[in-house]
DNA sequence: CTGAAAGCGCTAACAC
DNA sequence: GTGTTAGCGCTTTCAG
């Protein structure tokens, strides 16, 4: 009567073909030595059977999930998104599943997701950033697989990192205003207190413009990271009106730069005539809106690619591996030149 | 020596407790019935020993999985990103997870990814489209499980779908154009036969204008799917060298159309004065730069959203439950007006 | 409210 | 190249 029957087992498949269970195991695995008749026989009934390989208990067997676990701020940004698919991809060779939370740019979130995440066993745990509540560093820090923090050079690491100096990025675009002959420079980003590679990127600019001798106190906070383009905009409207004489901008994000471009075209003002602006990612609408936009290049999906090789390095051959320190690249583009 | 001692299991909480390896399982489970001081004791104990509950054996057991399995053809798409955070909230609610897989536009490796998939014994798979592989489909329909299609309403449906037509979303702008008086649209898409949406907005733009008895020729393909800004703005540029008395042009997304938008302005081509452009999807993008974009918004969120809901209703109690048509809402701006 | 026994579906370990 | 046995860590089931 129903068609709801119970899904076949290996146990069911060796029944069929008159084998031990183990056998079919075997043919499962390719490596496995299995005769190459039996093989083909098995995966030919197990197809016809409809059966479906069930990895929960292969895992629990063998004790690997073949997940590695990624906790990304957000899934509705280019960047992670860049990261998430060079470590998918990467990975995927290797028949390795990612399994993506995202913390929405809270570290309580990411305490719960990290929580939620390991009790699914994976085989290592990827999260962005340095920074994690007190719970969550011991979580990962108790934690028996690999565990590597991305996007962020950890005053502290847990265990290994793949990331760059945010600081340091900042930095690179601030010498490249004042060597273009900039001194009134501003910078727009997110509330402070959240998003923690923004707060570096604002902690950056400040100690970027001390150490030109000045003033750092152009800051405008356009609201709870991420920056929209539309708040972007808005930023720039309010610097516009503080600060008229100001002559560049540094941007969170190319996003908020965007957005802070499209204002000064509707308030006529020329970029990069009058004002210069500099955003942060690499975003595509960077290389394509006009003027194009100066920006930095921080290699989001080779941190991705990058972090899996790390950890197939670890689990292939368990060797102390080498943390990458990413050089993040400043891109001159029409909107500063 | 080695610090890689073996994670505790629940069998040790029970023995550090003097009680059964039962009482543990029960301590976790909020619903369950222990004495409200036996249960803080065994989560104190639990937290103090580093225990990680092991969702694997539990699944295994209980022949649950708590997993939802969802492919999306890109993970670097603000649409597909905004249908797995509408998803991946709302069942959150019930402590749910997504496993995430996406298919780079290919049925091929949909077809890979499904069969992948399904071996974590998910207990839902959402896929996007309507259309598969003949073993993919297979795979869908043989399997036990809700099956949801999204963003398409599929000629044959598998199991239960979330979506719109998208033929229907672009006659609606096609539409537009001819009622503001156009005559001469052109279509900016992708090269045929990979992306399905965009096959099926190219057809519905031809079904339109066929319609209207309007010449359906002036059809430029920019490339693999998905397309670029950068090439939506080369087709832009091909648009108006081949066919120069255009008056409007659809394209297959507002990614394309803001590039379309961006070769206009590098033209001297007046938008929407000369030429009026329409996208789809309605991207962030689209509101905020300079003239704003028209465009179809797909409600990407809220069709994850009532997937999540439909899979939480199927579940919950088996009853029959409604398919959902979403009607896509065409929004005019200025870049057609 | 608590416990004992059995088993989810697979594979490690060993035997032949 | 193949089979047997046991058990991964949890929870269903039944008993009290």
Same mark, same amino acid.
């Given at each position: 009567m129903s068609n709801i029957r119970k899904p076949p087992t290996m146990a069911d498949i060796a029944r069929v073909m008159g084998v031990s269970p183990m056998t079919v195991s075997r043919a499962?695995?390719?490596?496995?030595?299995?005769?190459t008749e039996t093989r083909e026989a098995i995966l030919k009934a197990a197809e016809d059977l409809g059966y479906v390989f069930d990895s929960t208990a292969s895992n629990l067997r063998?004790?690997?999930?073949d997940f590695v676990a990624v906790t990304i701020p957000?899934?509705?940004n280019a960047n992670f998104a860049d990261t998430v698919g060079g470590l998918a991809d990467t990975l995927a060779t290797r028949n390795m599943q990612i399994l993506l939370g995202y913390t929405n740019y809270d570290m309580q979130e990411e305490e719960r997701l990290i929580e939620q995440l390991l009790r699914r066993k994976p085989q290592a745990i990827v999260v962005t950033g340095g920074r994690h509540t007190p719970r969550a560093r011991r979580l990962l820090e108790t934690v028996n697989i690999p565990v590597i923090e991305t996007w962020d050079i950890p005053t502290e690491p847990i265990g290994h990192y793949v990331g760059f100096s945010n600081a340091g990025a900042v930095r690179q675009m601030v010498d490249h205003f004042v060597s273009a002959g900039h001194r009134r420079i501003a910078f727009i980003g997110g509330d402070?207190?959240?998003d923690t590679r923004g707060s570096e990127r604002r902690t950056g600019f400040i100690a970027a413009m001390e150490a030109h001798g000045?003033? /750092?106190?152009?800051?405008?906070?356009?609201?709870?990271?991420?920056?929209s383009m539309r708040e972007g905009a808005n930023a720039m409207a309010r610097l516009i009106e503080i600060y008229?004489?100001?002559q560049a901008v540094v941007c969170v994000s190319d996003l908020a730069a965007y957005g802070a471009l499209t204002e000064c075209r509707r308030l006529n003002v /020329?970029?990069?005539?009058r004002f210069a602006i500099g955003g942060f990612g690499n975003y595509e609408i960077g290389e394509v809106c006009v003027p194009t936009l100066t920006t930095i290049n921080a290699f989001a999906r080779e941190i991705g690619e990058k972090t899996a090789r790390l950890i197939l390095d670890i689990l292939d051959d368990g060797l102390p591996v080498e943390d990458v320190r990413i050089t993040p690249e400043l891109i001159v583009r029409d909107s500063s030149r």
């Amino acid at each position: 009567m129903s068609n709801i029957r119970k899904p076949p087992t290996m146990a069911d498949i060796a029944r069929v073909m008159g084998v031990s269970p183990m056998t079919v195991s075997r043919a499962f695995k390719a490596d496995s030595l299995v005769s190459t008749e039996t093989r083909e026989a098995i995966l030919k009934a197990a197809e016809d059977l409809g059966y479906v390989f069930d990895s929960t208990a292969s895992n629990l067997r063998s004790q690997k999930s073949d997940f590695v676990a990624v906790t990304i701020p957000s899934i509705n940004n280019a960047n992670f998104a860049d990261t998430v698919g060079g470590l998918a991809d990467t990975l995927a060779t290797r028949n390795m599943q990612i399994l993506l939370g995202y913390t929405n740019y809270d570290m309580q979130e990411e305490e719960r997701l990290i929580e939620q995440l390991l009790r699914r066993k994976p085989q290592a745990i990827v999260v962005t950033g340095g920074r994690h509540t007190p719970r969550a560093r011991r979580l990962l820090e108790t934690v028996n697989i690999p565990v590597i923090e991305t996007w962020d050079i950890p005053t502290e690491p847990i265990g290994h990192y793949v990331g760059f100096s945010n600081a340091g990025a900042v930095r690179q675009m601030v010498d490249h205003f004042v060597s273009a002959g900039h001194r009134r420079i501003a910078f727009i980003g997110g509330d402070v207190g959240r998003d923690t590679r923004g707060s570096e990127r604002r902690t950056g600019f400040i100690a970027a413009m001390e150490a030109h001798g000045l003033d /750092a106190s152009r800051l405008i906070a356009a609201g709870a990271p991420p920056i929209s383009m539309r708040e972007g905009a808005n930023a720039m409207a309010r610097l516009i009106e503080i600060y008229p004489d100001t002559q560049a901008v540094v941007c969170v994000s190319d996003l908020a730069a965007y957005g802070a471009l499209t204002e000064c075209r509707r308030l006529n003002v /020329a970029v990069p005539e009058r004002f210069a602006i500099g955003g942060f990612g690499n975003y595509e609408i960077g290389e394509v809106c006009v003027p194009t936009l100066t920006t930095i290049n921080a290699f989001a999906r080779e941190i991705g690619e990058k972090t899996a090789r790390l950890i197939l390095d670890i689990l292939d051959d368990g060797l102390p591996v080498e943390d990458v320190r990413i050089t993040p690249e400043l891109i001159v583009r029409d909107s500063s030149r």
